[in-house]
């Protein structure tokens, strides 16, 4: 992963919400929130919380008693999160870097993270982290997506600005939400942080939209393969414009719908 693939910033948490959360996020987000609630726990951290989709599943869930800490390492996001966020004095907002929590050991009953780990520079040390300050017998839930080729619009959108870019084309979607797919190299990763009793689900939905142009819109504007379009001197409305022109030709041009998968893992501290 390259160092600009977690610079979040400008219009790009607003675009992410907008756009993006609704077209791929929000049915993994009620996924993640009821395997949480279900877990009843009293004490919960999330990492990676984004623009907080999966914050807003979980928090009306849990006890009128519970800590809920959401964090991010991107304040800015954090920031966008909490302002989406109806008033509710058992959240706490903690700008923090998964490769070290700021929280004592045996702390939370569960600790979650919705498509976070793909960002983290090492793996292993953000799941060690995890299982740090997870009480004994605590539980981690993530996800990651799977390959590329399984999420439709994102592999249409890559290979549209490949066209677009033939000498340089921009890879963020492919390098980084993409790219940590392998479940046997999880498992791995998991076994090595500590944790026991992992299970790895493999789940398909389908990501919606009324028209090609919110798919291009929500993968060209709302993630960070804008600032890939933007380095390469790209015109980021004639990009979009050719991403809407690649979903639309494999899709239709009224609503479109395509296959997204994802993989969700849960182990024991």
Same mark, same amino acid.
């Given at each position: 992963m390259l160092e600009a693939d977690k610079v979040f910033a400008g219009s790009i948490p607003?675009?992410?919400?907008?756009?993006?959360? !609704?077209?791929?996020?929000?049915p993994y987000a009620a996924d993640m929130a009821r395997r949480a609630a279900a877990l009843s726990p009293h004490s919960v951290l999330?990492? #990676?919380a984004g623009t907080g989709v999966a914050t807003r599943a979980l928090a009306p869930k849990l006890p009128r008693d519970a800590r809920y800490v959401v964090?991010?390492?991107?304040? %800015?996001?954090?920031?966008? #999160? %909490?302002s989406r966020q109806p008033a509710d004095d058992r959240l706490e907002w903690r700008q923090a870097d998964a490769l %070290?929590? !700021?929280?004592?050991d045996d702390t939370f009953d569960v600790v979650f993270c919705q498509f976070g780990a793909m960002f983290f520079p090492d793996r292993v #040390?953000?799941?060690r982290e995890a299982r740090r300050v997870l009480k004994p017998g605590g539980r981690f839930l993530f996800s990651v997506w799977d390959r590329?080729?399984?999420n439709i619009f994102a592999d249409d959108v890559t290979k549209a600005l490949a066209r677009m870019f033939p000498a340089d084309p921009p890879r963020f979607l492919a390098r980084t939400p993409h790219g940590y797919h392998d479940t046997a190299q999880i498992r791995r990763d998991v076994e090595a942080a500590g944790f026991s009793r992992i299970v790895i689900e493999t789940r398909t939905e389908q990501s919606r939209a009324p028209s090609a142009r919110v798919p291009a819109v929500a993968y060209c504007q709302g993630t960070l393969i804008r600032n890939e379009i933007e380095a390469r001197a790209g015109n980021l409305e004639a990009a979009?414009?050719?991403a809407e022109a690649a979903i639309a030709g494999r899709h239709g041009h009224g609503a479109v719908a395509a296959k997204i998968q994802a993989h969700v893992i849960a182990a024991a501290a």
């Amino acid at each position: 992963m390259l160092e600009a693939d977690k610079v979040f910033a400008g219009s790009i948490p607003e675009n992410y919400d907008r756009h993006m959360v !609704p077209l791929i996020f929000e049915p993994y987000a009620a996924d993640m929130a009821r395997r949480a609630a279900a877990l009843s726990p009293h004490s919960v951290l999330e990492i #990676a919380a984004g623009t907080g989709v999966a914050t807003r599943a979980l928090a009306p869930k849990l006890p009128r008693d519970a800590r809920y800490v959401v964090s991010d390492l991107n304040q %800015a996001m954090l920031d966008y #999160a %909490a302002s989406r966020q109806p008033a509710d004095d058992r959240l706490e907002w903690r700008q923090a870097d998964a490769l %070290a929590l !700021p929280f004592e050991d045996d702390t939370f009953d569960v600790v979650f993270c919705q498509f976070g780990a793909m960002f983290f520079p090492d793996r292993v #040390a953000g799941y060690r982290e995890a299982r740090r300050v997870l009480k004994p017998g605590g539980r981690f839930l993530f996800s990651v997506w799977d390959r590329i080729e399984e999420n439709i619009f994102a592999d249409d959108v890559t290979k549209a600005l490949a066209r677009m870019f033939p000498a340089d084309p921009p890879r963020f979607l492919a390098r980084t939400p993409h790219g940590y797919h392998d479940t046997a190299q999880i498992r791995r990763d998991v076994e090595a942080a500590g944790f026991s009793r992992i299970v790895i689900e493999t789940r398909t939905e389908q990501s919606r939209a009324p028209s090609a142009r919110v798919p291009a819109v929500a993968y060209c504007q709302g993630t960070l393969i804008r600032n890939e379009i933007e380095a390469r001197a790209g015109n980021l409305e004639a990009a979009t414009d050719s991403a809407e022109a690649a979903i639309a030709g494999r899709h239709g041009h009224g609503a479109v719908a395509a296959k997204i998968q994802a993989h969700v893992i849960a182990a024991a501290a």
